[in-house]
């Protein structure tokens, strides 16, 4: 069996076929080798010959023009005759070769008739019947109304049905063992890129174990190629630090006017933003940090302080408390991405927060000017701005929707971006909370 | 008071005698290593009153080195990284830092962090050094001063600002005494950065709403004229 799944598509479609002609001729020939030795009693074989040669003598007398006539006046319940003027060709069926010597014993006078027996197709009844051929060539067919026995009409159904049956039953479970490794297949493609690769077992025939091996080199390589975009961008953030630290403090050093130094000061605190959110969208898509209970009003709470500190707008609206199993730093990344969204883009952010059965929906709104509605979906891809005039004096590389989008879906909520009929724009952000037991255990106290 | 020595560990030259430059104007006394191993050196050599050590060294990382280090000995450490993520931050506080410097940062952060760690250690406090490794609880609530995370009765994280976390950290080393709006002015500026200019009544009121619960109030109550007194049970474990 190892072996057959070894071969390839086209061996097996090749050896099935060997297989169901193998299993054809075993049936064919079991049933010719029974109809060779089938037999009728003693006394119905001599009964068959008699009429057999009876109604020969008969209608070979009787005038062409006659003998379909006479033919059914011959017929009986046990013996039907049909005459035809011409020999055809008997239908594919099954000779009998061993009632033929039988009857010829019985009835040696038709040794000199031209005739033979044969079991009638299940189609037409399943009874013996034969010809035997007239003078002028024309020909009788006569059918014996005598119930053959069901081993004959079993093997000759078995004839027809076996070799379909065994193709359906090895069709049926070549594909079923092709097809269980393709999905496996397809749902592992699905997640190609989005966590560690997972090795497929190579299972199933030889094209789909070469597929399978061909997946698995190819997520390997799309992992190595993550992993080496992760680093030398992690890399880039890093080393980019190094020089901004020197220029921080070589700017505090010099003697220099105060205003330029705060200029150049406020350039460094760009670039460092920008390294920063550059290397948070790179981490939000690998945050294996455990889960833990947080208390999410608190943290919007903390958030809008910290704006009102700095002058902005902010409110929020909510229950004081409302504890819920997350990933704390990705949550904090979320709200603050959000809050300051609003701020720097529309000026205020008011924030409101429900509990629902065990998850919340936390909205983020502004009285700014709203997305225009066909770019409501691009604003989460990375690097995207909407380059109208307000944002021209704003800084960033358009990733903090986009790290948004990724936590989100990370932590298996919805993300819904709409304008509000007012003006500004409304951020609905749901967390269905509990994910059976995880997180649960690790709500510290330690 | 004798000028205090900083033991600065820094693999990159130029921003070593960068950052050694501005702690002498500011009247540190500066020793310089480039590796772990001379860090080990100078230590017991000359001993430090603090360290400030870049995670990023070759060689060892920084995170190892101040692992070993903390089995000897409690000296402050700050740590200093270019890396800029925030679990960085966590695991370098975790393990025994007293504080976090990011890259880029300017002297004027540079030298408001290692005096207000240098204060802490030379503080008030009965404990003195590194913040202790242990828990401490009040009605249900509990603070992890090493993590600086506050946990609610039934565990979850409760964020705070520095800020209010200092602020609460005064109230449960002081607790059932009336401590007067500018000593809590004064001891609560232990740590920088953060909106130490905000009114201490505003901090408060933003306290005791993130510690109350429905069927608990915080247990902060006003003196009036004279400031505040925390009133619960604080134990430490």
């Known amino acids: 069996m190892k072996l057959f799944w070894r071969i390839g598509l086209v061996g097996q479609l090749l050896l099935i076929a060997v297989a169901v002609i193998c299993a054809d001729l075993l049936v064919n020939s079991v049933l010719f080798e029974s109809a060779r030795r089938y037999s009728l009693q003693q006394e119905d074989a001599a009964w068959l010959a008699e009429n057999t040669a009876l109604s020969h003598r008969i209608m070979d007398r009787t005038a062409p023009a006659e003998r379909s006539a006479m033919a059914r006046a011959l017929t009986t319940e046990r013996f039907a005759l049909e005459w035809s003027p011409r020999a055809a060709s008997p239908p594919p069926t099954v000779t009998l070769p061993t009632l033929r010597r039988q009857m010829l014993t019985a009835e040696p006078s038709l040794r000199t008739v031209s005739f033979d027996v044969r079991l009638r197709p299940l189609a037409l009844g399943g009874l013996i019947d034969g010809s035997t051929q007239l003078s002028d060539g024309s020909v009788i067919n006569f059918r014996y109304r005598k119930h053959v026995p069901w081993t004959l009409n079993l093997g000759q159904s078995l004839s027809i049905v076996l070799p379909s049956l065994l193709l359906l039953v090895i069709a049926w479970r070549v594909v079923r063992a092709m097809l269980r490794p393709l999905a496996t297949l397809v749902a592992a493609s699905r997640q190609v890129g989005t966590r560690q690769p997972r090795h497929i077992p190579e299972a199933g025939g030889g094209d789909v174990r070469q597929l399978i091996q061909a997946f698995n080199t190819m997520q390997e390589r799309i992992h190595q190629l993550m992993v080496s975009r992760t680093q030398t961008m992690l890399a880039i953030a890093h080393d980019f630090r190094t020089p901004l630290a020197r220029l921080q403090l070589r700017i505090d050093a010099a003697d220099m006017d105060t205003a330029l130094r705060h200029e150049i000061g406020s350039d460094i605190v760009e670039m460092d933003h920008l390294l920063q959110s550059l290397q948070t969208f790179i981490e939000s898509g690998s945050d294996n940090s455990p889960r833990r209970r947080l208390d999410l009003a608190v943290t919007i709470q903390t958030l809008v302080s910290q704006e009102t500190d700095l002058g902005n707008r902010a409110s929020y609206h909510g229950p004081d408390h409302c504890e819920m199993s997350v990933r704390p730093v990705a949550f904090r990344r979320i709200m603050t991405n959000l809050v300051r969204n609003a701020v720097t883009y529309a000026g205020n952010a008011e924030v409101s927060l429900a509990p629902h059965g065990t998850g919340v929906t936390i909205t983020v709104e502004d009285d700014g000017p709203g997305i225009p509605a066909g770019q409501l979906d691009e604003v989460l891809r990375p690097f995207t701005r909407l380059d109208s005039s307000r944002a021209r004096n704003t800084t960033g590389m358009g990733l903090g929707l986009a790290i948004v989008d990724t936590l989100v879906k990370a932590e298996h909520g919805t993300l819904v971006l709409a304008n509000r009929p007012t003006g500004g724009l409304r951020v609905t952000l749901d967390l269905p909370g509990e994910f059976g037991a995880e997180g649960q255990s690790e709500g510290q106290a330690g | ?237």
């Open chain 2, 1 to 237: 008071m004798t000028s205090q020595t900083i033991l600065l560990v820094e693999d990159e030259p130029t921003l070593r005698n960068l950052v050694a430059r501005a702690l002498r104007e500011y009247g540190y006394n500066v020793r310089a290593a480039a590796t772990g191993a001379e860090m080990w050196a100078m230590l017991e050599n000359e001993g430090a009153d603090l360290i400030v050590l870049d995670i990023m060294l070759p060689g060892t990382s920084g995170i190892d080195l101040l692992r070993r280090l903390r089995q000897t000995s409690k000296v402050p450490v700050i740590i200093a990284s270019a890396r800029g993520a925030e679990e960085d931050r966590i695991v370098g506080l975790e393990i025994g830092a007293d504080d976090y410097l990011a890259k880029p940062f300017s002297v004027r952060e540079l030298i408001a962090r290692v005096g207000a760690v240098l204060r802490r250690r030379d503080g008030g406090d009965a404990d003195g050094n590194a913040p202790s490794q242990e828990q401490i609880s009040f009605d249900g609530w509990s603070l992890s001063p090493t993590k600086r995370e506050l946990y609610s009765p039934s565990g979850g994280v409760v964020d705070l600002t520095g800020a209010e976390f200092d602020l609460l950290s005064v109230f449960l080393s002081l607790p059932q005494r009336v401590i007067g709006r500018e000593r809590l002015i004064e001891l609560s500026r232990t740590r920088v950065g953060d909106s130490s200019d905000r009114s201490v009544d505003v901090l408060v009121s933003r306290l005791r709403r993130k510690i109350s619960l429905e069927e608990q109030a915080a247990p902060i109550k006003t003196v009036r004229g004279v400031g505040y007194i925390f009133t619960a049970e604080v134990r430490r474990a």
